[in-house]
């Protein structure tokens, strides 16, 4: 059995199923290249059959990565087995990753069938993909709730037919980690050939064990980890990427280790952030900016006196680094791209002379930029292509008077100016834009987070949408609240006006 663990990530598939976190294909191809520099062994890159934009997601993803394996998910169908190796058809390394449920909460209300139906059905699309690609990844969805006799008889079938991938989910997160390794530990001990393929997990975190059964899983004898960047995925999320390679770091006794290059976890994490527009909690365990922040005295004594008093990992093996370059108002644009290149980010020379001109300005009024800065600077141009853009906004507000915003807007190239009041300025600059797009439309959740501390610090906004039952999610990022408040609002409405 091999020591070495296979990260298999999932992120543009499951972790991009959250609401609100869609990418687009050129977003989805960023992602996958930081992918593949920070180490990841597969990328699950789609549902090629679930619509056009994932297909050809998988198509572009084929042609921009080299060496990763392209993983393709489908259902026990035969459609989407045929549409999933025409999206892999360019990928230097292709899989195909088909299966079916098997608890008895799938088989008879999910599916209405029995178990021999199952096992039939399970076989049939593993030799169905086998005739497309020679790795094929098989699916036993919620094995987490099915019973180890039964599976054990499905993943036997499967291996028989071919399968050189074994995939055993927890799809519900119910398990506990005794649990969920004893059902590794039984399938290798009760599945003839299993030494011959590679067990893989995908653990969900609904009871917050997600890593724990991972972890659980793997010293039991899986070799594939199913993983997200930051946790993210359906529900409560998925395993974490940075938490599993870092266990096995920091535990060199299991003698199990990742391709990983860990200086880049951080800077992944950022870009898959900003790029999905959703927060990492500050408490999250390797990539929070409280990960290795100490507020306690007594922990900065221990800490300055030996940092691994309190520090079990040491920030630069993840790629906090303490002695990083500074940027302000004085750096050139060397520093910015060298900067950006840390954080997984590459510009073309255009796009680069655009974010240092804003960079320049944004220093004026912060005098020190930090890198959610940097990565709010390098999202902007992702904006830039939208059809509504703010050109002003004008906000008279205090107490005592009546808020009343002025707001222009470009339209596909077209000018347009309205006038609001509203309750307060935030309000007031909505109902301005709401003048000009006369749409019906509701904002339902409105978050500003703050970066750091500070009162020139950049917010970010995050806004909810409703239009026609709809929702859509909004985000921007800047010093100016009002302005980023209104620019999320319409990053929002570009998704749902064409």
Not at 405 to 431: H, M, Q, R, T
Request: glycine residues 8%.
């Amino acid at each position: 059995m091999s020591d070495r663990l296979f990260i298999f990530d999932t992120t543009l598939r499951d972790g991009e199923q959250v609401p609100g976190c869609q990418l687009n294909t050129v977003e989805k191809i960023e992602v996958a290249k930081a992918l593949e520099e920070l180490g990841v062994d597969v990328i699950e890159a789609g549902f090629p059959v679930s619509s056009p934009g994932d297909f050809n997601s998988v198509v572009e993803i084929s042609k921009a990565v080299t060496w990763p394996t392209i993983c393709a998910l489908t259902r026990a169908v035969e459609k989407d087995i045929i549409v999933a190796a025409e999206a892999l058809q360019y990928a230097k390394h292709k899989r195909i990753h088909t299966g079916i449920g098997t608890s008895d909460y799938h088989i008879r209300y999910k599916f209405n069938s029995t178990r021999e139906e199952i096992l039939e059905r399970a076989v049939a699309c593993v030799k169905c993909a086998k005739k497309y690609v020679e790795d094929v990844q098989f699916y036993a969805e919620d094995a987490g709730r099915t019973d180890n006799e039964y599976l054990a008889r499905v993943i036997q079938a499967v291996v028989n037919a071919g399968a050189t991938v074994v995939n055993i989910p927890d799809t519900t997160g119910y398990c506990l980690p005794s649990e969920f390794g004893a059902k590794i530990k039984y399938l290798m001990e009760h599945v003839d050939g299993i030494h011959k393929v590679t067990i893989a997990t995908h653990c969900h975190n609904d009871l917050g064990m997600a890593t724990a059964n991972t972890m659980s899983g793997v010293i039991n004898g899986a070799r594939q980890a199913e993983v997200t960047i930051n946790g993210i995925g359906e529900r409560a999320g998925n395993t974490s990427l940075e938490e599993i390679v870092m266990i096995c770091r920091s535990h060199k006794d299991l003698g199990i280790d990742t391709n990983i290059n860990s200086t880049k976890l951080c800077g992944v994490s950022r870009l898959v952030s900003n790029l999905m527009n959703m927060p990492v909690q500050p408490n999250k365990a390797i990539v929070g900016r409280n990960a290795f922040a100490h507020s306690s005295g007594i922990h900065q004594d221990g800490v300055l006196k030996n940092r691994e008093s309190y520090e079990i990992i040491d920030p630069k093996d993840v790629g906090v680094d303490e002695n990083s370059i500074v940027l302000t108002a004085r750096s050139g644009r060397a520093a910015l791209k060298h900067r950006m290149h840390v954080l997984g980010i590459e510009l073309d020379k255009d796009a680069l002379d655009k974010a240092y001109e804003a960079f320049l300005k944004l220093a004026d009024r912060k005098k020190e930029i930090n890198d959610d800065d940097v990565l709010m600077l390098a999202g902007q141009h992702h904006r830039a292509n939208h059809r509504i853009k703010l050109q002003y906004l004008q906000v008279t507000s205090g107490v005592g008077l009546q808020s009343v915003a002025s707001v222009g807007l470009d339209i596909a190239g077209e000018k347009f100016e309205a006038c609001a009041s509203g309750n307060g300025p935030v309000d007031a600059a909505i109902s301005a834009i709401k003048v000009i797009i006369r749409r019906t439309m509701q904002v339902k959740e409105f978050l500003i987070q703050a970066i750091n501390k500070g009162s020139n610090d950049i917010g970010k906004v995050h806004i909810t949408v409703e239009h026609e039952g709809q929702q859509y999610y909004g985000f921007s990022a800047n010093t100016d609240i009002i302005a980023a408040s209104a620019e999320a609002f319409i990053d929002a409405i570009n998704k749902f006006v064409r």
